[in-house]
């Protein structure tokens, strides 16, 4: 298994299996400190093997976005997971999520009374053994119903045979610059206003569960019972961007080689096939370079990174250099499997069981 990094292929994703264990450590103790439930978000990482580091560490269980990626954790002995996503049952999801119970505890997102009806509809007798959780919209404006509503829907969902074990929310609006702190108190405003309207037609919530890798050393810890970071696992350029990490937090980078030198710049054969394209208006650039803080990726192609360099003679051309993509997850959705290094060998390589998995 042992291979020295400079034996491998470029570009491959590398994952320092030291900086993983620390960030999975810091965030459970973090968690734990703040007498909080850590559920980790998977899509991040799609890969069981970090999973069960997670859960090593202490996490309860796992979130994901689709019925897939809770397949494929399922089948991997993770079997407890909570699909964070507004599900809608149509008779293809209804059949899986069907088989999933026979082997996982499921916990689905809601965020409609028709949605809530449709699942019990679709669900029938198997609907008994799942618990729901309302989305709540804490700001991000994405999916959600107002804090308010989160009563309605929950009242909608327990006449239809269906358990409201709580409420749940993501304050994406974090990814912004210097938004954290005043997002994490909108949160938790959102959350205790949701958990009220709860009570109000008679369901005490058990689970109120929220948080982002940005916003998550803000939490408000009266105001909930659960964090479900995902991005924290590895770090990318956008938190390293945002001031929520350092560089030497993060874990995952894209080992690349230096192939031209057109223009007097660095081309770079890590281009947003295995970077992803993801770029903020606020970024300054396509991705970082970890031991290059100066440089900037200024043009990115699929299979080129174009970098300028600011500190005196540029890397010779077959140079080996560790690309930060901006948002790690849609890196990891584009390759098979990552590369698990530790004193620069070659430790394990952990397939990416989840890629893909999107429906
Ligand atoms: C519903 C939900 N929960 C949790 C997370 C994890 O947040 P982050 O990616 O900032 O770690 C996400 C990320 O997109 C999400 O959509």
């Known amino acids: 298994m042992s291979a020295n990094l400079h034996d491998l292929p470029t570009p491959t994703l590398l994952v320092d299996v030291d900086v993983l264990q620390r960030n999975i450590e810091d965030m459970a103790a973090y968690a734990d400190r703040a007498g909080l439930a850590l559920r980790p978000h998977a899509k991040t990482h799609k890969s069981p093997a970090v999973a069960a580091l997670q859960r090593a560490a202490g996490a309860t269980g796992l979130s994901v976005a689709t019925v897939s990626e809770a397949e494929v954790f399922a089948d991997a002995g993770h079997t407890d997971l909570f699909i964070a996503y507004p599900l809608w049952l149509d008779h293809d999801r209804a059949t899986r999520v069907r088989a999933l119970?026979?082997?996982?505890?499921?916990?689905?997102?809601?965020?409609?009374?028709?949605?809530?009806?449709?699942?019990?509809?679709?669900?029938?007798?198997?609907?008994?053994?799942?618990?729901?959780?309302?989305?709540?919209?804490?700001?991000?404006?994405?999916?959600?119903?107002?804090?308010?509503?989160?009563?309605?829907?929950?009242?909608?969902?327990?006449?239809?045979?269906?358990?409201?074990?709580?409420?749940?929310?993501?304050?994406?609006?974090?990814?912004?610059?210097?938004?954290?702190?005043?997002?994490?108190?909108?949160?938790?405003?959102?959350?205790?206003?949701?958990?009220?309207?709860l009570r109000d037609v008679g369901v005490e919530p058990t689970v109120v569960s929220g948080g982002s890798t940005p916003s998550v050393a803000h939490t408000h810890a009266d105001a909930m019972t659960e964090l479900r970071p995902g991005v924290y696992v590895f770090g990318d350029a956008q938190q390293w961007e945002l001031g929520t990490t350092t560089p030497d937090r993060i874990a995952l980078t894209a080992w690349s080689t230096v192939v031209s030198h057109a223009g007097g710049r660095v081309v770079l054969d890590a281009g947003s096939k295995v970077i992803g394209a993801d770029r903020p208006a606020w970024a300054t650039g396509h991705g970082r370079l970890l031991d290059h803080p100066g440089a900037r990726i200024v043009l990115l192609s699929e299979h080129h990174a174009v970098v300028e360099w600011d500190e005196g003679p540029v890397p010779e051309l077959g140079s080996r250099l560790r690309v930060v993509p901006n948002h790690v997850c849609n890196a990891v959705n584009l390759v098979d499997e990552l590369v698990a290094v530790h004193d620069g060998v070659v430790v394990e390589r952990w397939p990416v069981a989840a890629r893909g998995a999107n429906t």
Do not use: N
Not at 169 to 188: I, K, L, N, W
């Open 101 to 197: 119970l026979q082997r996982a505890t499921l916990t689905l997102g809601v965020d409609s009374a028709d949605a809530a009806r449709r699942l019990a509809a679709q669900l029938a007798a198997d609907a008994a053994g799942i618990r729901t959780l309302v989305e709540v919209d804490s700001g991000h404006h994405r999916s959600g119903v107002p804090p308010e509503e989160a009563g309605l829907v929950a009242d909608a969902a327990r006449h239809a045979g269906l358990e409201v074990g709580g409420v749940f929310t993501f304050p994406g609006h974090s990814y912004s610059p210097a938004a954290q702190a005043a997002v994490a108190a909108e949160e938790a405003d959102a959350l205790k206003r949701a958990a009220a309207s």
